[in-house]
T-cell receptor, first 117, second 114 residues
Framework: GDSVTQMEGPVTLSEEAFLTINCTYTATGYPSLFWYVQYPGEGLQLLLKATKADDKGSNKGFEATYRKETTSFHLEKGSVQVSDSAVYFC????????????????FGQGTILTVHP | AAGVIQSPRHLIKEKRETATLKCYPI?????VYWYQQGPGQDPQFLIS???????DKGSIPDRFSAQQFSDYHSELNMSSLELGDSALYFCASSRWGRIYNEQFFGPGTRLTVL
């Protein structure tokens, strides 16, 4: 079945540092890939998405590129802020060759990001 | 913009009791998904509905049932509650048939079973 693997362990950075959170996936067909963010005590918010190979999703300074050859969708940000502290989830939604989504999201384990001033 | 509404936001129940969680999707969204997120864990897909019919089923216990009504809202019914059912339950909605499946999540219902 489909699966998503994120880098293990929390990430702690100083403000303005560079961020990378690794994400790799296993899926049949042509999945869409997502990054969701969860702030303390809140629900999941879609951060960015990519629906086909080589697509780059971007939002609020975050970027991720859909790499089919390495089955990866790593999240990056050039300069993090204290307000970026949250849990980040990589997720996929499987789809068929025609691009129609199968629906449900499969999530990675989540990565806790803490940014210090 | 309207968002997904879930009620109640917090629920405390005793073991073996029953709980009902409600989800109101974004207007014109026809698909609803339910996820369960245990403490420190990733969300796990439970079940989904499209046009009032079950469209997919994940790791939902037999003690749980769900349905989608004519106004597209959905309810998750949980019976014989166990301590392990304590979790955050998310509902998400989307429009079926889109090229990509962008799901919008509600704030969640935090269920505590004592």
């Amino acid at each position: 079945g489909d699966s998503v693997t994120q880098m293990e362990g929390p990430v702690t950075l100083s403000e303005e540092a560079f961020l990378t959170i690794n994400c790799t996936y296993t899926a049949t067909g042509y999945p869409s890939l997502f990054w969701y963010v969860q702030y303390p005590g809140e629900g999941l918010q879609l951060l960015l998405k990519a629906t086909k190979a080589d697509d780059k999703g971007s939002n609020k300074g975050f970027e991720a590129t859909y790499r089919k050859e390495t089955t990866s969708f790593h999240l990056e940000k050039g300069s993090v802020q204290v307000s970026d502290s949250a849990v980040y989830f990589c997720a996929l939604s499987g789809s068929n060759a025609g691009g129609t989504s199968y629906g449900k999201l499969t999530f990675g384990q989540g990565t806790i990001l803490t940014v210090h001033p | 913009a309207a968002g997904v509404i879930q009620s109640p936001r917090h629920l405390i129940k005793e073991k073996r009791e029953t709980a009902t969680l409600k989800c109101y999707p974004i207007p014109r969204h026809d698909t609803v998904y339910w996820y369960q997120q245990g403490p420190g864990q990733d969300p796990q897909f439970l079940i989904s509905f499209y046009e009032k019919m079950q469209s997919d089923k994940g790791s939902i216990p037999d003690r749980f049932s769900a349905q989608q009504f004519s106004d597209y809202h959905s309810e998750l019914n949980m019976s014989s509650l166990e301590l392990g059912d304590s979790a955050l339950y998310f509902c998400a909605s989307s429009r079926w048939g889109r090229i990509y499946n962008e799901q919008f999540f509600g704030p969640g219902t935090r269920l505590t079973v004592l």
